[in-house]
């Protein structure tokens, strides 16, 4: 059983359109990140939410922290092609903080 | 500033055959190691987490085991690899909790 279930696994949209990415558990996490991987290449961090509720921008791509810190959405504005890519939540295990888990990803591939 | 190195990059390897991937982080002191191993468009799976010297968990029963002889050095093998042992390995190393994790370029293990 996954600790951080993404959703969807897989979305293939056209250029110019908007998507949102869900990660949900069913525990209560003190902070998730967003990471994004390229094709092998280790992920790199986008952003941490913190605080239940908390909105973050950055430029194109909002991220939410849900009010009871299940769950988090990463919604992008107007996707281009260099979106393309592996998004990844993660974070610290809420039953042991030296755990660090990611959510089962999400594969998005933007067209030109 | 912190960086981490992980070798080989790829590595073909034939059934039966040992295994040592070998992770060195550098800029900083008693950091979390973390192994990864991550099939193709998925999430990361922790095989194991490390936090300090000597001190090894692990998240999976499986053939592979790991050592950390060093405070900044990760080492992954295997006595006998398997088939099912293929993938991409992924070495990182954390902080504190809800700290960005930071990766190694990842290994392409196939195993023959």
């Known amino acids: 059983t996954q600790l951080l279930e993404q959703s969807p696994q897989f979305l293939s949209i056209q250029e110019g359109e908007n998507l949102t990415v869900y990660c949900n558990s069913s525990?209560?996490?003190?902070?998730l990140q967003w990471y994004r991987q390229e094709p092998g290449e280790g992920p790199v961090l986008l952003v941490t939410?913190?605080?239940?509720?908390e909105v973050k921008k950055l430029k194109r791509l909002t991220f939410q922290f849900g009010d009871a810190r299940k769950d988090s959405s990463l919604h992008i504005t107007a996707a281009q092609p260099g979106d393309t890519g592996l998004y990844l939540c993660?974070?610290?295990?809420?039953?042991?903080?030296?755990?660090?888990?990611f959510g089962s990803g999400t594969k998005l591939n933007v067209k030109p | 500033s912190q960086t981490i190195h992980q070798w080989p990059a790829t590595l073909v390897q034939p059934v039966g055959s040992p295994l040592s991937l070998e992770c060195t982080v550098e800029?900083?002191?008693?950091?979390?190691l973390y192994w990864y191993r991550q099939a193709a468009g998925r999430g990361l799976q922790l095989l194991f987490y490390?936090?300090?010297?000597?001190?090894i968990s692990s998240e999976v029963p499986q053939n592979l085991s790991a050592s950390r002889p060093q405070d900044r050095q990760f080492i992954l093998s295997s006595k006998k690899l398997l088939l099912s042992d293929s993938g991409f390995y992924l070495c990182?190393?954390?902080?504190?909790?809800?700290?960005?994790?930071?990766f190694g370029q990842g290994t392409r293990l196939t195993v023959v």
């Open positions: 993660a974070g610290d295990s809420p039953y042991n903080f030296n755990k660090f888990y």
């Open positions: 490390s936090v300090g010297i000597g001190q």
């Open positions: 525990s209560v996490f003190s902070s």
């Open positions: 990182a190393w954390k902080g504190g909790g809800g700290t960005e994790a930071f």
């Open positions: 939410v913190v605080t239940g509720g």
């Open positions: 800029g900083t002191s008693n950091p979390n």
